[in-house]
């Protein structure tokens, strides 16, 4: 069964950093191009960034470009988001998900998904 488990989410105030990890287990992890996704209350799920297996390619949404930085280690089955320089506009649950393909802001591509973890952003 295959499961990805997000934590380090919380509360910090603007300007401020966070460190998002992402715990898979039950799949060959370095299959799998790592994506994370947001959700903000009434909003549709975003696509924040994304890398591959191998972790030589990463893509990122313009707003979080020079400020998220996506890293993997096919060790310990992990995927990281850094998080720097937060605005309160980056208020929203973080979820990581898994993709066969490359890495995608495709919502549809990714197959497997976490709970997700809640990023508050105060101003």
């Known amino acids: 069964q295959v499961q990805l488990v997000e934590s380090g989410g919380g509360l910090v105030q603007a300007g401020g950093s966070l460190k998002l990890a992402c715990a898979a287990s039950g799949l060959r992890f370095s299959n799998y191009a790592m994506g994370w996704f947001r959700q903000a209350p009434g909003k549709e799920r975003e696509f924040v960034a994304a890398i591959s297996w191998e972790g030589y390619t990463t893509r990122y949404t313009d707003s979080v470009k020079g400020r998220f930085t996506i890293s993997r280690d096919n060790a310990k089955n992990m995927v990281y988001l850094q998080m720097n320089s937060l605005k309160p506009e980056d208020t929203a649950v973080y979820y990581c998900?898994?993709?066969?393909?490359?890495?995608?802001?495709?919502?549809?591509?990714?197959?497997?998904w976490g709970q997700g973890t809640q990023v508050t952003v105060s101003s």
């Open positions: 998900a898994a993709s066969q393909y490359d890495p995608s802001p495709a919502r549809s591509l990714y197959k497997h």
